[in-house]
């Protein structure tokens, strides 16, 4: 993909996020704890790491998704090998801060991380996480998508859509209550598995609009 297929961040119908009964949006990290309250279903916070940017470390690689780290005389690219170690580094950094917050938060002594940059959705549809807890990191790019509850009808997530589109199968009750987690924040949601949830987790899917990158990271329990 070239940067000329880079589309614009816009969408009419997403609106800002804004707190809601089950959602907490915080502005500083340790508003994350605010997810051990019964009704909090999702907490938002700002996790800036601002030593990281794909996009301008990335450069071409980013773009056209490899590094010629050799040369056709069978010389090392060198400056394309700097560009590969410099990414290797400041990202184990931001995945070690990443971990380590979302260890903390959840008593953890193991956490799963999974990360991407990418121009697809990888869960396109509107779903609940078959999980206990599940933190999502979006750097840049658009954000994760959710829908405050009282605009769900869960009765049409799954299969029971039909195969229908979210925005046509009667899942949305408000289509233009669909929200976007912004970028430089870490989002951590309770899933269906979360014990004595008084109530539903959040509905909530990866951006569908393709053709722009984002970077996000995703952790889960291990232990
Ligand atoms: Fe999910």
Not at 88 to 101: K, P
Not at 106 to 130: L, N, Y
Not at 212 to 222: E, H, I, K, P
Request: with cysteine.
């Amino acid at each position: 993909m070239s940067q000329s297929d880079v589309m614009p961040l816009s969408a009419a119908s997403i609106r800002s996020n804004a707190c809601t009964p089950e959602v907490f949006e915080g502005d500083k990290l340790c508003d994350l704890t605010r997810i051990f309250e019964p009704q909090t279903q999702m907490v938002i916070a700002p996790f800036d790491d601002e030593s990281w940017s794909p996009e301008a470390m990335w450069g071409r690689m980013a773009r056209e998704g490899r590094l010629a780290v050799m040369t056709l005389d069978g010389k090392p690219n060198r400056e394309d090998l700097d560009d590969a170690f410099r990414v290797c580094s400041a990202l184990g950094r931001l995945l070690s801060n990443l971990s380590e917050v979302f260890a903390t938060l959840v008593g953890a002594q193991e956490v799963g991380i999974r990360w991407m940059w990418t121009c697809r959705p990888s869960c396109p549809r509107f779903h609940e996480d078959k999980v206990a807890i599940r933190a999502i990191y979006n750097h840049c790019g658009p954000g994760t998508e959710w829908v405050p509850s009282q605009y769900v009808d869960r009765e049409y997530l799954g299969h029971k859509s039909g195969g229908l589109d979210d925005e046509v199968s009667g899942l949305l009750l408000d289509s233009s209550q669909i929200r976007e987690v912004a970028s430089g924040t870490l989002s951590v949601f309770k899933g269906k598995v979360w014990e004595d949830n008084p109530g539903l987790p959040i509905v909530h899917r990866s951006p569908p609009r393709s053709g722009t990158f984002r970077f996000v990271a995703t952790l889960d329990l291990l232990d």
